[in-house]
């Protein structure tokens, strides 16, 4: 009998032990915002090269266009999307406004993971 009761005992502590285990985590933690969508602009042309490194001169991996999207490495928010940039050589394109912008933000984007890849966040456009 004491065999028996002490048996039960563990396996009822190995049940509550493996439900504790399963249990899911609090919802009072937040999760973190998704990274946003990159693409090209309609005011370059639908256009928007994706490059190795954060500069003009950086070898040309692709180039986006008003439909096909890639995704941003780092997590977005309203107020820096796809940020926080990296400062890198200065590009020209045409901004929101249909204005010339002259920029150095680099965004970081996951074009060929693991291989970075960068988008002049200046004439980028960004789906959050």
Same mark, same amino acid.
């Given at each position: 009998?004491? %065999?028996?009761?002490? +048996? ?11 439900? %504790? ?11 973190? $915002?998704? $990274? ?40 977005? +928010? +309203?107020?820096? $999307? ?31 993971? $693991? ?14």
């Amino acid at each position: 009998m004491r %065999f028996s009761l002490r +048996s039960a005992v563990l396996v009822a502590c190995a049940l509550l032990a493996g439900l %504790f285990l399963s249990a899911p985590a609090a919802s009072a933690d937040t999760p973190e $915002p998704a $990274p946003a969508l990159v693409h090209a602009s309609t005011q370059n042309a639908c256009k928007l090269n994706v490059r190795a490194g954060t500069d003009v001169g950086s070898p040309a991996l692709t180039t986006l266009t008003c439909a096909n999207y890639t995704t941003c490495v780092n997590a977005s +928010s +309203s107020d820096q $999307p796809c940020g926080p940039y990296l400062q890198g050589g200065v590009y020209t394109c045409v901004g929101a406004n249909g204005s010339q912008v002259t920029d150095n933000r680099w965004a970081e984007v996951a074009w060929r993971a $693991p291989d970075r890849s960068y988008v002049a966040v200046a004439c980028a456009a960004f789906r959050l």
